[in-house]
């Protein structure tokens, strides 16, 4: 039972440790990306995969789950690092004319409706 909330408690430091690093972090170069991705892809499902196939003792199982998570924090926190030009920053770059044509396409949508038939 020891174990279990000793998963427990790596699980909930793992997603604080990946959210604090996602939004201090900038993004990383491509090596470091591809780096990132195959620490995400690899560690932790292979410690998963070792312990449905063998029966490792328990100790052992343990260090393998604790290093496979410890590599997934890392590759994500690779992964999620931020751009200047990233797509989440709100930025208004909508041409000038489209709150005037916006307008305009709402007023025509408005008219050109017409109540349904009955069946």
């Not at 063998?54 to 992964?79: E, K, N, Y």
């Not at 041409?95 to 349904?116: G, I, K, T, V």
Request: hydrophobic letters at 50%.
């Amino acid at each position: 039972m020891l174990l279990v909330a000793l998963d427990a408690l790596l699980g909930m430091l793992l997603l604080g440790t990946i959210a604090a690093l996602a939004r201090a972090r900038r993004r990383a170069p491509a090596s470091a990306r591809a780096t990132g991705w195959a620490l995400v892809a690899i560690p932790l499902p292979a410690a998963v995969g070792v312990h449905l196939l063998t029966h490792l003792s328990p100790p052992v199982d343990q260090t393998l789950f604790i290093a496979g998570v410890a590599g997934f924090a890392v590759g994500a926190a690779l992964l999620l690092g931020r751009d200047d030009e990233d797509w989440r920053e709100s930025e208004d770059d909508s041409p000038p004319w489209w709150p005037e044509f916006e307008q305009a396409f709402d007023e025509y949508a408005n008219r050109s409706r017409r109540p349904l038939a009955r069946v």
